[in-house]
């Protein structure tokens, strides 16, 4: 039963398919070009909570209840929950995810932690461990900025190279059959560290290992760009994709053509001053939810390849004069 | 090809074994009672580094290059990496693993992430999805102190209650065969929130959290805990240790004859100035490798529910007067 393929990716024998999805965001999200498509939109960005961090786990909370519900499920019928988000100890995560009472892998991959808790749960249900799994991520740009950069009363000025932490929690379910996407195949990421140190240039730290992951998916698969409708990175940004596509060049592959970014999708980056896009774990959960799921479902798109991208840093690794390296796990969707 | 057994449990039809391991400590750790039996002691818990996250991440990477050199690997034969540790952004694992450019799957369960780190690369391996696959987790005092608790500088008491971080990595190598140990059969746990709020007595946070894991375990499989020889739990200490024994006779469960706990074999509490034992991710893994493992392959324990427990909290939790939920995973080892 052997279903490795390549050198890092896994072929499905018996691909799981999503069969629920959800997004849940904050009102800046909402008026952004994605708005009509999510599911719920908070109001107030503070989710009716005291915290961030607490408004944070209330997205994720309704975000998940939303996902069980389309799904017609009953939150006791997911065996395990594939979770994560940006804060530090996954608080966001572990406050969120606790009223279901699911058994719960906590998980970090930074931004690319929906890559990572969709690669894990597909593996789960594809290799009859679970009926149901579930993938979980959130982000929020309260509780990040806190997180990673300056408290927000500072008031302090954003490099135009600067993304926008998307305020957003996107949920999965995935089954063993039903609905109209199935997961055939994930190919992991590995560290890429080029060595980049600019957190306010989060694109060039992950553009690398986006292209590390996707070359590998094209080797291991045996594939060309053109085999995709789409190849979609998560939040990458406008600079992070200049970088993406020419690395990709210098290898051998044009995806000019196929590549979409997350982050350059949700907002209007004119209108809604944000700079390079928008990032965050729930960047690439939230369009997957709205946007990139329903568009493969009507068969828009027979088969895309899904990237989101990680930045691994902290403050005390910043701090520490250390590099910022880069990790993207590729999930690969298609169509049935 | 269902493996799904019980409520939340899987048990493998063909169990992967655990062919290496490798323990990595710090000084205290190794002047402890298990001093002799780890595979590499730091003469300084700097590890000749300036920082204590980067001697945390030199010995994540002494350990796992330790792990696969024993098992007769090269770094590229590793398929999957499984790792985590304390510190935000997983930034002790991040560049502790980068070295060995294998794929990364980053994972926080708190102390319980050794649990997590053994199911996964455990339900990897089973799955024909990996030839092999690594489990690695750390902890540092430096850097834990640091990250849940004052300033080293301050010199604080620390209550009785109290637990001591070990400054320790374990890795583990994971394949269909070979060796003289298997994992039969995981328990991935739920989050556990009974209200608890003292960081300073972690034991009594996580004691229900294994507490639910064990039970769970024994209900799934159908077992009596004499089925077992031993019940080790990660770090419950000698306070944790009375609550889970206390809670699980409410349940109808005596573990009293079968429990050990990582946190107090690790130390002579009176001669070390410990308090209640040893915690962090380290903990659980470097006992495992060390004392647990060698038992285990010699056959003088024939089967082992493996328990590494965790706190879910973080210092931002703490602060914001959040509580602190407990979770914990399990892990069936068999002599074979």
């Known amino acids: 039963m052997n279903q490795m393929t390549g050198k890092q990716s896994i072929e499905f024998?018996?691909?799981?398919?999503?069969i629920s999805s959800a997004s849940v965001v904050g009102p800046k999200e909402g008026e952004g070009p994605l708005g009509e498509w999510f599911d719920l939109i908070a109001p107030e960005a503070d989710f009716g909570e005291q915290t961030w961090e607490e408004a944070e786990s209330t997205m994720q909370s309704e975000a998940l209840q939303t996902a069980i519900g389309k799904a017609k499920l009953l939150p006791s019928q997911v065996r395990y929950l594939f979770g994560g988000d940006l804060l530090a100890q996954l608080i966001a995560t572990s406050f969120g995810s606790e009223e279901t009472n699911t058994p719960l892998f906590g998980l970090y991959g930074a931004c690319s932690t929906c890559g990572e808790a969709l690669a894990l749960a597909s593996m789960t249900v594809a290799?009859?461990?679970a009926d149901y799994a579930a993938a979980l991520t959130s982000s929020h740009f309260g509780s990040a900025e806190k997180e990673f950069r300056f408290p927000q009363g500072y008031g302090n000025q954003r490099p135009l190279s600067a993304t926008w932490t998307v305020t957003g929690s996107g949920a999965f379910?995935?089954?063993?059959?039903?609905?109209?996407?199935?997961?055939?195949?994930?190919?992991?990421g590995r560290i890429v560290d080029m060595g980049a140190r600019d957190n306010m240039n989060m694109g060039a730290c992950?553009?690398?290992a986006a292209c590390d992951t996707i070359y590998q998916n094209l080797m291991d698969f045996n594939r060309q760009p053109g085999d995709y409708d789409k190849i979609i990175t998560g939040d990458l940004g406008t600079i992070g994709q200049r970088i993406l596509i020419d690395l990709l060049k210098e290898k051998g592959f044009d995806i000019s053509q196929q590549h979409m970014d997350c982050g350059i999708e949700i907002y209007d980056s004119e209108r809604q001053d944000t700079h390079a896009g928008g990032s965050g774990c729930g960047c690439a959960a939230v369009v997957l939810a709205s946007m990139i799921l329903p568009k493969i479902r009507k068969g828009v798109w027979k088969r895309v390849l899904f990237v989101p991208?990680?930045?691994?840093?902290?403050k005390v690794s910043f701090n520490e004069g250390q590099t910022i390296p880069g990790i993207a796990h590729g999930v690969i969707l298609e169509h049935c």
């Open 206 to 208: 992950m553009a690398p």
């Open 309 to 314: 991208t990680g930045a691994l840093l902290s």
């Open 173 to 188: 379910v995935l089954a063993p059959k039903g609905g109209h996407v199935k997961v055939c195949g994930v190919t992991p």
């Open 127 to 129: 290799a009859g461990y």
């Open 13 to 18: 024998q018996e691909p799981p398919h999503v």
